[in-house]
């Protein structure tokens, strides 16, 4: 897989109140690889107990987390500060969505500069102040009708888009079990040819002048679908058993 | 905004365990206008008292809940069935990105086709009949170290991949709280000028072979943001502030 982030964002969560919470954010963020982890004046002090199960083994990450005084000092070698709120603050911002703010992150890492995403207090949010001294503010498009996400989710679904940013790349759909690779259109052949001479007999290509029509038909169905190798092998038993006397 | 989905997929989940992590898809679903839900032999039944508290007032989607005995019968109607898993199950199955099965939901949907989305329990996931039943299988890519993602959590991902393709048209940034226009050209030359004005005669264009290039950092730099009307008016009182003397 390629990084094309040498350097991912970190994490920032200013005056996190439960533990739980913490520790699911450190689970989230290393399904996406992000272990950047930094807390501003947390609640309940640090390290906290309560964060350990439900990081479900991202232990590295809350292990590496560091404490700050304030969000001046923990964003202090960032050049790219996002401000997650649910709603507009009443300031002059941007607004970005997850989809912009990742792809700036990313743009922004190639030429040595950080990101940091920040994420408020968990009942109340960021303050004003915090926003203030953002770049931007980074808001999920939600349901308007019906806008009601988590801490732990709202960092889920930024670090996914983080994360699926950084694998763009890749085959956004891939064969299992199996070879991605279609069987040669000389086994395609051998399979239509196989199929047509079992149909012929049967009267399947009636009447006569639907005949082209028909094995056209056939041919389309046969070749859509890529089959591999092993899958025209299959499909070739299965006529030769259709075709074959029902009783041995 | 454009509702390019005229058939939102529905939610399965098969043999579900904890009435709390229904109600977290529920609300994971809603926050992205999801509303479809669908439980295959909910292990303690339904309707479930422990589902309210955790969808967190999505409770629309859980009285809108159907109750079904097999996986069979839970996707009669759909034309598309994703089967979350985490990993192959050395059966020959597409395996699809949230990216790429979010398309082809809407693909299908715009010729009137519904996408089923199905969920394992949260302990073990989809045994492999239910697997084999479906038509691909959808995978969130996840760091190959790291992969723990649960229930709700795979369910906030997937849905907002959906809701990310269906709001794609929408502008990925936005100006809050003042107008999203740049101020004319000629409120920036009145800008530009009224600096230039005020800095040629504090020396700040000096030495005299140098004032055109820094002129021109001076204009890229009051350029470059795309300050609205506002914003200019803001700057030109800042430079007469500044430029006013000190005691009055």
Redesign the interface.
């Known amino acids: 897989?390629t990084d094309r982030s040498p350097l991912p964002p970190c994490i920032v969560l200013v005056r996190p109140q439960l533990g739980e919470n913490i520790g699911a954010v450190a689970?989230?963020m290393?399904?996406?690889?992000l272990t950047d982890l930094r807390l501003v004046d947390p609640r309940d002090g640090w390290p906290n107990p309560a964060a350990g199960p439900t990081a479900?083994?991202?232990d590295a990450v809350l292990d590496g987390a560091r404490v700050f005084g304030t969000l001046a000092d923990a964003v202090a070698d960032c050049v790219r500060v996002y401000a997650t709120t649910v709603r507009?603050?009443?300031?002059?911002?941007?607004?970005?969505?997850?989809?912009?703010a990742a792809s700036e992150a990313h743009r922004l890492a190639a030429s040595g500069g950080r990101t940091a995403l920040v994420f408020g207090p968990e009942r109340a949010g960021l303050e004003t102040d915090d926003v203030a001294l953002a770049d931007?503010?980074l808001t999920?498009?939600?349901?308007?009708d019906?806008?009601?996400?988590?801490l732990?989710?709202a960092v889920?679904?930024i670090v996914?888009?983080w994360?699926?940013q950084l694998?763009a790349g890749?085959p956004?759909?891939?064969?299992?079990?199996?070879s991605d690779l279609p069987a040669s259109h000389a086994a395609l052949e051998g399979l239509i040819g196989q199929l047509e001479d079992a149909l012929e007999p049967r009267g399947y290509f009636f009447p006569a002048h639907r005949t082209r029509t028909l094995k056209r038909v056939l041919r389309n169905l046969f070749s859509r679908p890529g089959f591999n190798e092993?899958?025209v092998r299959t499909l070739r038993g299965i006529i030769s058993t259709l075709t074959s006397p029902r009783d041995r």
Chains 1, 2 share one sequence.
């Open positions: 897989m689970r989230a290393l399904n996406f690889r479900a083994g991202a507009g603050r009443g300031m002059t911002k941007l607004v970005a969505t997850p989809d912009h931007a503010i999920i498009p939600v349901n308007p019906f806008g009601s996400i988590n732990a989710q889920i679904v996914y888009e994360h699926r694998t890749l956004r759909q891939v064969l299992h079990g199996g092993q899958e």
